[in-house]
């Protein structure tokens, strides 16, 4: 086999001197390369009508109109998006991870922008998402995931197929591309001739379907029917890639991914074979990503606890909630019917036997994921409400949610039923 020559890339360098896409080059070189093995001629392959095609697919310009950021997560391989409108300043989060927090509220501040959506392509098994400490950095953040399942997920805002999730000129058409996961989402934004396809389709690749309800042939329909359906010129920007790669195109995916390729009855079959490992992070992830990142979170996230709960003093008032500290009047109130005491936390957790399943007299409980369905009718959006959950973390979200539906009198139990009982039954 004969060796590439200078004379080769020089040739190539001609071809594709007026295109400014790197990954039009990166496409094209393999291609050179694999026909110069073959001995085609090199200015027959750079002159076809599929390779042109192939460097005018990758040329598209996003325009002017908004702020694109691709960050990268090493650890999880994971890619995070900041989508802005470049006039309002106002922002979208995509995938955003804990550990990169610090990171992203520095990009985001430096940039001068206003977070309004943080949002998460599905319940990740790799990372633990950022939204929940970002939410607590930018007020006016909300978070957002699929509402197709993703029911027993914490989040703000539930979008639905086919639904438009906007921030002033930046949309995103909701695309629901269940496989990977029951409730995996791509968001299509047609303006600007993109898609972020989360873990659906990754660049030559796709998504494991071996948990979290996962499914090969449904993967397989996603894939075709929402994402490979769309114009060829569309580009794709998955949740992650371990290549190096950072984005593709629908034409690409067409011509260079094998597995987009089969049939489905043999992309069933290749996934059934894969054999993968258990994810490394799963058993800390998921717990903490269906409430939103904001809770049971490893031990190395505990500075964020206790800095929390010194924000949490008697008093002090977070987002239009009153921080109340545990104390006798506090139960002598209580008992006296003075607050309808909302507990946030789920039934599983209200189990006694320990000191974090200390219960207030007369409480309700009502899960923080099952607020804001309608499902408070006995309260009055003027009665004194004291919230409570196992920290005071999670009731002070509830909080902040129950505030924006129009409720005035909210006060949040400090510590949560952790200081509750150290303080007041000890």
């Known amino acids: 086999m004969r060796k590439p020559t200078q004379k080769v890339f020089f040739e190539l360098s001609k071809v ?54 691709q960050y990268f997560d090493q650890d999880s391989w994971t890619y995070t ?75 703000d805002i539930k979008v639905e197929d086919n639904t438009t999730l906007s921030v002033d000129s930046i949309e995103f058409q909701i695309r629901h591309t269940p496989g990977h996961t029951k409730g995996c989402i791509t968001l299509v934004n047609h303006e600007y001739k993109y898609a972020l396809t989360g873990d659906t389709l990754l660049i030559q690749g796709c998504g494991r379907t071996d948990f979290q309800g996962g499914s090969s042939e449904a993967l397989y329909d996603s894939i075709q029917s929402s994402i490979l359906a769309l114009p060829d010129d569309y580009e794709l920007w998955p949740a992650h890639d371990y290549n190096g790669r950072s984005v593709s195109t629908v034409l ?23 054999n993968l490992p258990y994810p490394r992070k799963i058993d800390e992830s998921l717990p903490a990503n269906l409430k939103c990142g904001l809770y049971d979170l490893p031990e190395r ?66 899960p923080l994921a099952d607020l804001g369905r309608d499902n408070y009718p006995a309260i009055s959006k003027g009665e004194p ?19 924006m539906l129009g409720f005035t009198q909210l006060y949040n139990l400090a510590g949560g039923a952790i200081k509750w009982g150290r303080q007041v039954y000890d």
């Not at 950095?137 to 995931?145: A, P």
């Not at 690409?252 to 996934?271: Q, V, W």
């Not at 409400?385 to 505030?403: D, E, F, N, Y």
Request: proline share 2%.
């Open 16 to 69: 594709l001197y007026s295109h400014d896409s790197i990954m039009a080059f990166h496409t094209m070189f393999r291609a050179t390369l694999r026909s110069h093995k073959l001995g085609l001629p090199l200015k027959k392959v750079a002159r076809t009508e599929k390779a042109q095609k192939l460097i005018r697919s990758f040329s598209s310009q996003k325009g002017t109109g908004q702020i694109f950021r």
């Open 81 to 155: 998006y900041l989508i802005a409108d470049r006039e309002t300043k106002r922002a979208i989060l995509v995938d955003p991870v804990i550990d990169q927090v610090k990171r992203d509220e520095l990009s985001i501040k430096r940039l001068g922008l206003d977070l309004i959506y943080c949002v998460n392509t599905h319940v990740h098994a790799d990372h633990i998402t950022g939204s929940g400490l970002l939410k607590e950095e930018f007020r006016n953040c909300r978070s957002v995931i699929g509402l197709s399942g993703n029911e027993n997920a914490v989040a």
């Open 252 to 274: 690409e995916e067409k011509e260079f991914n094998t597995r987009a390729r089969l049939s489905k009855r043999e992309f069933i079959d290749f996934m059934a074979k894969l």
């Open 301 to 366: 996230f505990q500075w964020y606890m206790n800095q929390k709960e010194q924000e949490q003093t008697d008093g002090a008032i977070i987002d239009h909630v009153v921080q109340v500290e545990p104390s006798v009047q506090l139960v002598n109130d209580v008992r006296q019917n003075k607050y309808y005491v909302l507990d946030v936390r789920d039934p599983d957790e209200l189990v006694a036997g320990t000191q974090d399943s200390l219960l207030l007299p007369g409480y309700h409980n009502i």
């Open 385 to 403: 409400i004291l919230l409570v959950c196992r920290s005071g973390i999670r009731s002070q979200q509830a909080g902040k949610v129950l505030s």
